[in-house]
């Protein structure tokens, strides 16, 4: 505990926290409570809350979406939710915060236009803020005035359509949690990982353990002898 306080000290950074808005709010159960996102909540390196939007929804059935203006298939997620829960979450983050809240908080819509995801990015965006608004949307997407208002980013995951915004939240609170310090036990662990910068952003050379031998495969020599120099050569030579 003492150690992870320490590290963030050291290393200029609070937590990182993850606002994230959904209509899905129990999609983020397991994700949040096993593993690694589960151990660093408890250590505090990070904070994730799941805001449910219905819970900011004026309609007394909690509607959040409705029918598109000019006519077409699918719903669109209005605007009045949206616009109270990011009000409420950037009032509640804004307490502890001093300067720029818009460049310290940025809200971030997961959508397949947005800029793509990539490790520099991650890399990044972890570097710069310590908190995040993340906006799942559903059906045919949000209202573009949300977007114009209060949106600072759209991040895409891939060049593919999803159902909605929580897998590709998931994501990006995975990936940025790993270069968050104290997250990963070794520090050193995601900064040789496929498109680190010291691995020349290539993918990872292959990894091996016991036994030696498994049902005649064998783990190349060079990993057995010890030679530390020679190990640093052959892994260079699988970067791909
Ligand atoms: N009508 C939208 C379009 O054609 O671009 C697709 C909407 S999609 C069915 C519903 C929601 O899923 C989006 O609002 C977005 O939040 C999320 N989503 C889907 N694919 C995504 C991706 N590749 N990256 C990030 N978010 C995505």
Redesign the pocket.
């Known amino acids: 505990m003492y150690v992870v306080i320490y590290l963030s000290v050291l290393m200029g950074k609070s937590k990182m926290s993850f606002h994230i808005l959904t209509i899905f709010p129990f999609m983020f159960q397991g994700f949040l409570n096993e593993s690694i996102l589960k151990k660093a909540q408890g250590n505090g390196v990070i904070e994730i809350q799941i805001h449910d939007i219905r819970s900011f929804s004026e309609n007394r059935h909690h509607k959040v979406d409705d029918t598109p203006y000019g006519g077409g298939a699918g719903m669109v997620m209005t605007p009045q939710p949206l616009f109270d829960a990011i009000a409420a979450i950037k009032k509640k983050v804004s307490e502890g915060e001093d300067g720029d809240l818009r460049l310290q908080t940025p809200v971030i819509?997961?959508?397949?236009?947005?800029k793509r995801l990539t490790q520099p990015l991650a890399e990044r965006l972890a570097k710069k803020h310590t908190s995040f608004i993340l906006l799942?949307?559903?059906?045919?997407?949000?209202d573009q005035r949300v977007i114009d208002a209060l949106v600072d980013d759209e991040i895409?995951?891939?060049d593919?359509?999803?159902?909605?915004?929580e897998v590709?939240a998931m994501v990006f609170v995975d990936a940025l949690s790993r270069l968050t310090p104290g997250v990963l036990g070794n520090e050193e662990s995601h900064q040789e990982e496929s498109f680190s910068k010291k691995l020349g952003r290539k993918k990872e050379y292959p990894h091996y353990t016991k036994p030696a031998d498994f049902r005649g495969m064998k783990v190349p020599d060079v990993l057995l002898t010890g030679h530390h120099a020679e190990i640093e050569k052959w892994r260079q030579g699988q970067l791909k």
């Open positions: 819509y997961l959508s397949p236009r947005g799942c949307g559903h059906y045919e997407g949000i895409s995951i891939g593919y359509v999803l159902s909605g915004g590709p």
